[in-house]
């Protein structure tokens, strides 16, 4: 049984460095519906995402820092809209103009999420794609670290475009989100890890979501690379760069 499927209670101290060969297997979020936390940091773009009111130009931005699950709300909408869902990163004019092409008479999507928004390097894709949603009365959903309106663009167009999108930002999680994100993560990399350790974590990890995403990566590929369970001292080994206060009782063989 290994590191991965035994209970990670396992009292051994990880000691020496890691040096075993892991290869790189792709993690993938879980995006459904149910698995969304409600909290004060994202109540006022779920109202904007499922309240009545219209979208201004039939646009929304979502903005905030990295981890704060805008990909998530992004996701649940577009399956909720049947929206086709895209990341501003791969967005090219010519993808732009194919999307609206005529299709042996099919019509567009009627709505549309851009994901990574602001890392859009083609600004006439992005007013392409902006100016042919409003042509054809599709919403249009906007995810990105920071609002429209202070992306550095150069084209004026696309500019007036994006101060006319209604922006919402999402903030970074409380404590009680950060707790249940925590275990979330952990759970999607089925890392099983004692309450006590996940209790020592929360206390002296940075209070975002990245940096619990950061961390989790960093304990699943350690608890891969060991063959070991997370324990305190193996989290305390490869997060001690992140950790706050983690000298303050050295960590023993206990969980």
């Given at each position: 049984?290994d590191?991965?499927?035994?209970?990670?209670?396992?009292?051994?101290?990880?000691?020496?460095?890691i040096?075993?060969?892991?290869?790189?297997?792709?993690h993938?979020?879980r995006?459904?519906?149910?698995?969304?936390?409600?909290?004060?940091?994202?109540?006022?773009?779920?109202?904007?995402?499922?309240?009545?009111?219209?979208?201004?130009?039939?646009?929304?931005?979502?903005?905030?820092?990295?981890?704060?699950?805008?990909?998530?709300?992004l996701?649940?909408?577009?399956?909720?809209?049947?929206?086709l869902?895209?990341?501003?990163?791969?967005?090219?004019?010519a993808?732009?103009?194919?999307?609206?092409?005529?299709?042996?008479?099919?019509?567009?999507?009627m709505?549309?999420?851009?994901?990574?928004?602001?890392?859009?390097?083609?600004?006439?894709?992005?007013?392409?794609?902006?100016?042919?949603?409003?042509?054809q009365?599709?919403?249009?959903?906007?995810?990105?670290?920071?609002?429209?309106?202070?992306w550095?663009v150069i084209?004026p167009?696309?500019?007036?475009?994006?101060?006319?999108?209604?922006?919402?930002?999402?903030?970074?999680p409380g404590?009680?989100?950060?707790?249940?994100?925590?275990?979330?993560?952990?759970?999607?990399?089925?890392?099983?890890?004692?309450?006590?350790?996940?209790?020592w974590?929360?206390?002296?990890?940075?209070?975002?979501?990245?940096?619990m995403?950061a961390?989790?990566?960093?304990?699943?590929?350690?608890?891969?690379?060991?063959?070991?369970?997370?324990?305190?001292?193996?989290?305390?080994?490869?997060?001690?760069?992140?950790?706050?206060g983690?000298?303050?009782?050295?960590?023993?063989?206990?969980?």
């Open positions: 049984m590191g991965r499927t035994k209970l990670k209670t396992d009292e051994n101290t990880v000691a020496g460095a040096g075993q060969l892991v290869l790189p297997f792709a993938t979020p995006f459904a519906a149910s698995d969304f936390v409600f909290s004060a940091s994202n109540a006022a773009a779920r109202s904007w995402l499922l309240g009545p009111t219209p979208w201004p130009e039939r646009r929304l931005a979502l903005w905030g820092p990295a981890g704060t699950g805008k990909t998530h709300m996701d649940i909408w577009a399956r909720r809209h049947e929206a869902l895209l990341h501003g990163g791969s967005l090219t004019h993808h732009v103009a194919a999307l609206f092409a005529a299709r042996g008479g099919r019509r567009p999507p709505a549309m999420a851009l994901d990574g928004a602001d890392m859009c390097g083609d600004e006439h894709a992005l007013l392409h794609l902006l100016n042919s949603a409003r042509e009365g599709m919403a249009v959903l906007l995810g990105a670290r920071t609002p429209p309106a202070r550095p084209l167009d696309l500019a007036s475009r994006l101060r006319a999108t209604m922006a919402v930002a999402v903030g970074q404590d009680g989100l950060l707790r249940v994100l925590l275990l979330r993560l952990l759970a999607e990399r089925q890392i099983v890890v004692a309450q006590p350790v996940v209790e974590l929360l206390r002296r990890l940075p209070r975002t979501a990245r940096a995403q961390a989790v990566r960093r304990l699943d590929h350690a608890a891969l690379a060991t063959g070991r369970p997370v324990t305190r001292a193996l989290a305390a080994s490869v997060l001690s760069d992140m950790l706050a983690a000298g303050d009782t050295p960590p023993g063989p206990g969980p």
